[in-house]
T-cell receptor, first 114, second 115 residues
Framework: AQKVTQAQTEISVVEKEDVTLDCVYE???????LFWYKQPPSGELVFLIR??????QNEISGRYSWNFQKSTSSFNFTITASQVVDSAVYFC???????????FGAGTRLFVKA | GAVVSQHPSRVICKSGTSVKIECRSL??????MFWYRQFPKQSLMLMAT?????????EQGVEKDKFLINHASLTLSTLTVTSAHPEDSSFYIC???????????FGEGSRLTVL
């Protein structure tokens, strides 16, 4: 069975603070894909990143960075110098090889205050 | 990037009526699309996998007769909520992949309110 756990339900920070959103996953597949999506109040899901299980390189994209650690089954997401526009719900997701269905974590609601 | 379009974005209907939601892949062919449901302040729950030219595969606990899925072409999947009731009110989102191991693209979502 596959599972994605986002233990942080809500996080509140002040603008310019750094914030890390945690994601822990479970899967028996050796090949799998991990994703992060942002869902602003409008409801649309915005793709942020995809990482396959064979690529443990960390990635940085502007103020966003991701830390993939297979040893701890974690795929954490850090926003540096947060901004009010970062306020949204962030979902971590996992896609295995069984039909490539994608399951989502519960989401972390981020509030960035000015 | 690839675009998935959903229509309608919002629909309000009376209890007992049926509502159809369309999901189109605009610039690529999608042999497989996925339908999710999201309750307020909750995560996305996979309802079913829609396969072009064959029957959809439903997740456990999802009523096949309530949520009819049709994937008639490589660019269109439809979800019909039959005999809708207030408890069916939710945000429904479709998604599609360009390739099996590729990025999952999402539609804009359809907010259904059943009165």
């Amino acid at each position: 069975a596959q599972k994605v756990t986002q233990a942080q339900t809500e996080i509140s920070v002040v603008e310019k603070e750094d914030v890390t959103l945690d994601c822990v996953y479970e899967t028996r597949d050796t090949t799998y894909y991990l994703f992060w999506y942002k869902q602003p109040p409008s409801g649309e899901l915005v793709f942020l990143i995809r990482r396959n299980s064979f690529d443990e390189q960390n990635e940085i994209s502007g103020r966003y960075s991701w830390n993939f650690q297979k040893s701890t089954s974690s795929f954490n997401f850090t926003i540096t110098a947060s901004q009010v526009v970062d306020s949204a719900v962030y979902f971590c997701a996992l896609s295995g090889t069984g039909g490539f269905k994608t399951i989502f974590g519960a989401g972390t609601r981020l509030f960035v205050k000015a | 990037g690839a675009v998935v379009s959903q229509h309608p974005s919002r629909v309000i209907c009376k209890s007992g009526t049926s509502v159809k939601i369309e999901c189109r892949s605009l610039d690529f062919q999608a042999t497989t699309m996925f339908w999710y449901r999201q309750f307020p302040k909750q995560s996305l729950m996979l309802m079913a996998t829609s396969n072009e030219g064959s029957k959809a595969t439903y997740e456990q606990g999802v009523e096949k007769d309530k949520f009819l899925i049709n994937h008639a072409s490589l660019t269109l999947s439809t979800l019909t909520v039959t005999s809708a009731h207030p408890e069916d009110s939710s945000f429904y989102i479709c998604s599609a992949r360009v390739a099996l191991d590729g990025e999952l693209f999402f539609g804009e979502g359809s907010r259904l309110t059943v009165l």
